[in-house]
Every structure is written in structure tokens, then in C-alpha cells.
């Protein structure tokens, strides 16, 4: 099993530009989130997924947007990138709602300039 | 919404002392409360966990306390390492009437670093 897979690692975009950071996993989990970490911060949550077509907002969900095509694949969507957007973004899925560990990917790095 | 306060945000210890990071919680019914390890650059990892049904659990040389009547809990970390250097988050989840979807509601993180 690999877990749960992000890409890219890292990216910078410039103001006004658009991307998608991918998120897929293979444990067969039915729960996924996207959470942002800002430095000195804990991790926010930016949007979640209970399963395949179902997605709801997070506590910061304002920028971004989520589809949840597959069980696996988890994209997050910035549009019109901005700085406040600047942040390590981190995928997380969990079997079922609670009480169970959240697995983590690897993390992307954005930085918008 | 829930809300979780992490304290100290920087702790610095010897190697072999004991380090103690505490969170405090708002809403009563929370009934999960993980904690997790992040070294530079990694993800985060799931270290130890407790439910609310348990004030106390141990793993070697961690430890989870909980208190749900005060709202708080503590990772105790013994005979500290400069391996167990890295951020300690300690996260809640919520249970609003049971429909949480597993969303967690993460402190601000604590750094430390245990020196040689």
C-alpha cells in the first residue's frame, strides 16, 4: 500500500493563476480532507469528502474547490491563485468517521507570488 | 465550531527529561482526542490516541491523559530522546450528535526540541 499520494511536492504560482494539487489514495477509505498549514499554525480544514460524489466545506473553504469522482482521488482546485493561499497543503483519509486515525500524505508546498 | 488551545508552543528539554504538552477543548462532547508527531518536512503521524471513555492510556514512553470534566489533556512524554525532537499537534474530534465525518479540529502545535 502506498497510503495516501500528493502531488506535487512543491509548486509556486503566480497571482491570478490556476492549479490542482492531487490527492489519491489506497487503503479504501471513505473519508478524505484537505487541510492547509500555515507557519506556527495547526492544520485547517479546508474541505472533506464521505464518499464518491459527496464533498462539504471545511472551516476555510473560500478559494478552493473539491470533487470526489472515485473512492481514491481527492483533487483540490485553487482558482485565481492569491498569496493569502501561500501554505503546505496536506491530504488526509480515514476508514470510516471515528474514532480512527487519519492517515496523511506527503504534503504540497505552495508558495504564490 | 470547536476550539483548541495547545500550550507551550515552544518547549525545550535535556535529553532523558520528561515533557508535557497540554490542550484545552470547548465543546463537551467531543469524544476523540489524537495526538500527532511531525518532524521537518514529513506529514503529520498519529502517535498515541485516547477516547472519551478512558482518562488515562500509555505507550512505552508516552502517555495520554484526559480530563473531560476541566475540557483538557495532556501527552506526556518520558526519558525524552533528540528523536522525539519535532512539532506535537494535539487535534479533537467533534461529535455533533454523532454526524462528525471524522473532521479534526487541530491546536497550534508545540515544538520541541530536546537537546543532548
Redesign the interface.
Known amino acids: 500500500n502506498a497510503g495516501v499520494t500528493q502531488t506535487p511536492k512543491f509548486r509556486i504560482l503566480k497571482i491570478g493563476q490556476s492549479m490542482t494539487l492531487q490527492c489519491t489514495q489506497d487503503m479504501n477509505h471513505n ?1 478524505m ?1 484537505w ?1 492547509r498549514q500555515d507557519p ?6 479546508i474541505y ?1 469528502s ?1 464518499g464518491a460524489g459527496i464533498t ?1 466545506k ?2 476555510v473553504p473560500n478559494g478552493y474547490n473539491v470533487s470526489r469522482s472515485t473512492t481514491e482521488d481527492f483533487p483540490l482546485r485553487l482558482e485565481l491563485a492569491a498569496p493569502s493561499q501561500t501554505s503546505v497543503y ?1 491530504c488526509a483519509s ?1 476508514l ?7 492517515f ?4 504540497t508546498r505552495l508558495t504564490v507570488v | 465550531g470547536e476550539n483548541v488551545e495547545q500550550h507551550p508552543s515552544t518547549l525545550s528539554v535535556q535529553e532523558g527529561d520528561s515533557a508535557v504538552i497540554k490542550c484545552t477543548y470547548s465543546d463537551s462532547a467531543s469524544n476523540y482526542f489524537p495526538w500527532y508527531k511531525q518532524e521537518l518536512g514529513k506529514r503529520p503521524q498519529l502517535i498515541i490516541d485516547i477516547r472519551s471513555n478512558v482518562g488515562e492510556k500509555k505507550d512505552q514512553r508516552i502517555a495520554v491523559t484526559l480530563n473531560k470534566t476541566a475540557k483538557h489533556f495532556s501527552l506526556h512524554i518520558t526519558e525524552t530522546q533528540p528523536e522525539d525532537s519535532a512539532v506535537y499537534f494535539c487535534a479533537v474530534l467533534a461529535n455533533a450528535g454523532g454526524t462528525s465525518y471524522g473532521k479534526l479540529t487541530f491546536g497550534q502545535g508545540t515544538i520541541l526540541t530536546v537537546h543532548p
Request: net charge negative.
Open positions: 473519508y480532507y487541510y506556527g499554525m495547526g492544520l485547517k480544514l472533506y464521505v462539504d471545511g472551516e496536506f480515514t470510516r468517521d471515528a474514532p480512527t486515525e487519519a496523511f500524505g506527503q504534503g
